[in-house]
């Protein structure tokens, strides 16, 4: 008897959704009975049906929404499920009631470590709830912040990286960035890609191009939402040269501008689990500059598959970038190595390998 799995999840998104998707592509090729209920519109839906994977065409739009929950239970009873896998809030607030009584077993996915409190009485509608059986968690720093929380049972977590497979780079054509840019022939790019949230640091990053020397040729690509911002672009005005920071915006073609940089460096402050612009960089061979809050660790091995420094402090960045920019051959191999690491310790075989003894264990079903 197969292992029989719903999914709810917002797959509208390619690129972004791409290693949750392929892993449940990837677990219907191991013979697990997937389908996936998510938005009507959602772009990954021809993949899934291409795999054999059955798409129901319904997303929670609404938290503790009756007439949503009544129809993912209904869902849940006529499909006899034995594992009801949640990735978003809506899901998760909605699918735990709906499955209130039944067999099926609750996983709930949590990419973020933090804003998750004991002594807060919201945290026990979602992550917190009874109902859950297991947290697959995206890193360990995610993991052990569970942990930390009065009254959980420490075997409800478990880390289960979402994977990249190394064919989804293989194509990447790197961007003429400094024709695209029109920067300098000899321009040093430096290129960031995130929405620009306050945990992500974005200023301390803008701030670091002061503490260069004037005569290095440093730009810097900020690309994603909100990147623009007035905080922002207040900071960068306090720079000698403004005109060095660059607001590419929201970009498609965002992994071919970061594979035609020379660095790549996210800030972020607290929160990460497993970034994945920074994973999508090192895939490409661009080595990077994070800073050494939990979630980050193991993602970059310091000095081996590119730098870590501490959070909040552009000195310690712009250290690193100026060392590099008189060392391009080095910024080669820790590129090079950095493609290497996630390609042994990030690859999607494993998250796929992993989820299956996860479900495995759950429903009792060992083939």
Known sequence: MPIKVLVISNYKPTISVRPEAEMFIGLKKKGVEVSV????????????????I?????HPVKK???????????????????????????AIINGIRAAKGLPVKVV????????????????????LHPRVDKIVCVSQAVEDYFHKQLFFPKEKAITIIKGHDPKWYGDIQPMDVRKEFQLPSDAYVISCVANAR????????????????????????????????????????????????????????????????????????KGE??????????????????????????????????AMVPSRSPAAIAEVLQSW???????????????QHIRKNFHIQTSIDQTFSLYQSLSGIST
């Open 198 to 269: 306050p945990m992500k640091g974005i200023p301390y990053l803008v701030k670091s191009l002061a503490h260069l020397p004037e005569n290095t040729p440093t730009y810097l690509l900020l690309i994603g939402n909100n990147m623009d911002s007035e905080d922002i672009k207040e900071v960068a005005q306090t720079l000698p040269d403004p005109d060095k920071v660059i607001y590419a915006g929201y970009r498609k073609d965002a992994i071919q501008i970061v594979a035609g940089s020379d660095v790549f460096v996210l800030p972020s402050i």
């Open 108 to 127: 709930l996915y949590r990419g973020y470590a933090g804003n998750v409190h004991w002594y807060d009485p919201t945290a026990y509608v979602k992550f």
């Open 325 to 339: 920019y008189k060392q391009p051959s080095l910024r080669t191999q820790l590129g090079s190595q950095a493609q």
């Open 54 to 58: 059955r798409t129901i065409p319904f």
């Open 64 to 90: 503790f929404d009756q007439a949503e929950i009544d129809f993912i239970r209904e869902e849940l009873i006529k499909g006899e499920y034995h594992i009801l896998h949640l990735f978003n809030s809506k």
């Open 37 to 52: 209920m998510t938005f009507k519109e959602a772009t990954y839906n021809e993949k899934f049906q291409a795999a054999d």
């Open 273 to 306: 689990g497993i970034n994945k612009a920074v994973v999508e960089a090192m895939s490409v061979g661009i080595p990077p500059v994070v800073t050494n809050i939990a979630g980050n660790q193991g993602l970059v091995i310091d000095g081996e598959s590119g």
